[in-house]
């Protein structure tokens, strides 16, 4: 195998464990324990991940976040994998929430049709879901910059006033002992609410957000139900102790 082969299999171990040995890379990958060593130093050096005695851990970066541009053009097909599994769930005549995020944003074709009434926070869903003539109700409050969301009091307020038959919310981590995570305090509460207010509440988070943490925990994860893409077995055996969680079709 090489180097930068085992370095891509190191982070993606990382991604579902938060947490690796260098015995067990050794096994995995079929290399010595000194090269195992030197990949992680090299990692470290880039910034990927922290060594601990004995492996390697991921480097939590809790208050993180990126913008909207940036969030749009990662992972694009298992985002819209994602958004088609969670279109299935929303029936004729629904009022659903829809979050502001880049899985949620590609939703909105699947919504074509469909009579529902979308509640968001999001200006920049609000505007694409007026172009596709769909029933729209946006909240008041402040505009965040880099994500383009309505947060803060106001919105808190509006939105204490409604009832949902489904939300689907994007998040920045789903950890199995720290629950549902996101860095900013404002959005967490307003994320927090509208699964309060609705009959079921749907995350829709791609495999590299499993076992990450942020700063700000939303919610438990019995709370909600997960939707995301193809993951390992083990990973998906260890959610579905903790939650349901569903896989898109490849």
């Not at 944003?105 to 999001?122: A, G, Y």
């Not at 939105?159 to 920045?172: I, P, Q, T, V, Y």
């Not at 995570?181 to 791609?206: G, N, S, V, W």
């Amino acid at each position: 195998m090489l180097t930068e082969e085992r370095h891509q299999a190191i982070l993606r171990l990382l991604d579902q464990q938060t947490v690796v040995k260098s015995h067990e890379l050794s096994a995995l990958l079929n290399a010595s324990e000194s090269t195992i060593r030197r990949d992680l130093q090299e990692l470290e050096n880039a910034g990927l991940l922290e060594r601990v005695h004995g492996g390697a851990k991921q480097i939590l970066n809790l208050g993180f976040e990126q913008d909207m541009s940036e969030k749009s053009t990662k992972n694009t097909q298992e985002k819209q994998k994602i958004a088609l599994l969670a279109a299935t769930f929303v029936h004729e005549g629904d009022v659903i929430y829809l979050d502001a995020g880049s899985t949620t944003l590609e939703m909105l074709p699947f919504l074509v049709d469909k009579n529902i009434t979308v509640v968001t926070n999001s200006v920049h869903h609000a505007a694409k879901l007026g172009d596709l003539n769909i029933k729209t109700i946006i909240l008041g409050g402040s505009l965040k910059l880099s994500t383009k969301a309505i947060i803060g009091a106001a919105g808190m307020e509006q939105l204490s006033h409604f009832r949902f038959n489904k939300a689907f919310m994007g998040m920045n981590g789903a950890h199995l002992e720290f629950g549902l995570t996101t860095p900013d305090p404002e959005e967490a509460a307003l994320k927090r609410l509208a699964i309060e207010q609705t009959e079921e509440a749907y995350i829709l988070i791609d495999q590299t957000k499993l076992n990450k943490v942020t700063f700000t925990k939303v919610t438990d994860l019995d709370k909600v139900i997960l939707l995301t893409n193809h993951c390992s077995p083990e990973v998906l055996e260890q959610f579905q102790k903790k939650t349901t969680i569903k896989e898109a079709m490849q």
